[in-house]
Each structure stands twice: as C-alpha cells, then as structure tokens.
C-alpha cells in the first residue's frame, strides 16, 4: 500500500470518528407511546355494560354490530363509521385524533369498538378502541391512522360521569 493511500485511509477514518456523534436518531417530534385503551371499574359488568352502550348511544354513533354474552361475562358493540365534516376542518380534526402529520389527506373517519369483560373480584374491564382512517383521494381511498387516544379519552370521561365512578388501579 503507497503512503499516499495509507495516508488517505486515516484522513477517511479521522473524519468518521469525527461525524460519528452527530449521526445520532433524533425525533422532531414525541415520540408514539403506546395507548392506554382499557380500565377496571369496581362496578358489575351489568352496569360497565349499559353504561358504555348508553354513551356510546347518547354520541352520535349508531352501533353495527352487539353482542352480550352473560355465561362469559362479556359484550362487545361496534359501530358505524363516523366521517369527520367534510367542511375543511375535518383534516384539522383528523390530526387531533390521529397521527396524520403532513400526509395529504382530504377527509376522514373512524369506527368504535368497545368490549366489556368480567375481571377478578367481580370488577368490569372496559376496552375503547378508535380505528381512524384517512381518505387520499380515489386512487389511494382510505389508509389507516394510528389514534392520539382523544376519542378513547372522550368516551372514559363520559363513561365516569355515567357510572359515577373512576377506575380503579389494576
């Protein structure tokens, strides 16, 4: 090897060593934690029941699908897709409840699921999960968002005021 490769070869590693810290992963934005979608109540799963059904049903959602099983202890109840107004604000209104950031999305919707479990000690498990879409146009339709949690929040705070009551720690 001539001196002239051996000394460009350290010249290269010199400057690697040198740009090496500033090539760290740094996020421009918080990074996506994972959602919190479920609490306990210290309540019968009777009454988590009819009071996830009744806010869901006081929303302006209209439920698909029902079912409650009382030899398992459990229901679920989905609903219709919910479209954001399509006036404009609704992709401001898609970021607030979805990761959406700079995507070119026109529009948006969102359906509800909610379960409802027995847990131990009798207390109600009550699961919300907001599956939110975005629309970019015909040729690309609907794409799936990941939820902020706003709409799940929304629902466990009308839930609270429903059943009286807040969760209990698991």
Same mark, same amino acid.
């Given at each position: 090897?001539?001196? &002239? ?11 690697m060593l &040198?740009?090496?810290?500033a ?5 421009r934005? #918080?990074p996506? *934690?994972? &959602?919190d979608t479920d609490?306990?109540?210290?309540t019968t =799963?009777?009454?988590?029941?009819s009071g =996830?059904k009744?806010?869901i049903e006081?929303?302006?959602?209209r439920?698909?699908?029902e079912?409650?099983?009382?030899e398992?202890?459990?229901g679920m ?7 954001l107004?399509d006036?404009g604000?609704?992709?401001d @209104?898609l970021k607030e409840?979805a ?6 999305? =026109?529009?948006? @919707? ?5 379960t409802?479990r027995? =847990?131990r000690?009798?207390h !109600? #498990?009550v #699961?919300?999960? !907001? @599956?939110i *879409?975005?629309?970019m146009? *015909?040729?690309y339709g ?7 949690g706003?709409?799940e ?7 609270n ?5 807040v969760?209990?720690e698991?």
């Amino acid at each position: 090897m001539s001196y &002239l490769n051996h000394t460009r070869t350290r010249v290269v590693a010199a400057l690697m060593l &040198l740009a090496l810290p500033a090539c760290t992963v740094t996020f421009r934005q #918080k990074p996506i *934690e994972p &959602l919190d979608t479920d609490r306990n109540y210290d309540t019968t =799963i009777q009454a988590a029941w009819s009071g =996830i059904k009744q806010v869901i049903e006081d929303w302006p959602y209209r439920i698909s699908e029902e079912s409650f099983d009382a030899e398992n202890n459990a229901g679920m109840i989905i609903t219709d897709y919910w479209v954001l107004p399509d006036l404009g604000e609704d992709v401001d @209104r898609l970021k607030e409840v979805a990761y959406a950031q700079g995507a070119p999305f =026109i529009g948006g @919707r969102y359906t509800l699921t909610a379960t409802v479990r027995e =847990i131990r000690g009798g207390h !109600a #498990k009550v #699961k919300v999960v !907001a @599956r939110i *879409e975005g629309y970019m146009g *015909e040729e690309y339709g609907y794409q799936v968002l990941r939820s902020t949690g706003l709409i799940e929040e929304t629902i466990f705070n009308r839930l609270n005021e429903t059943l009286g009551t807040v969760p209990v720690e698991d």
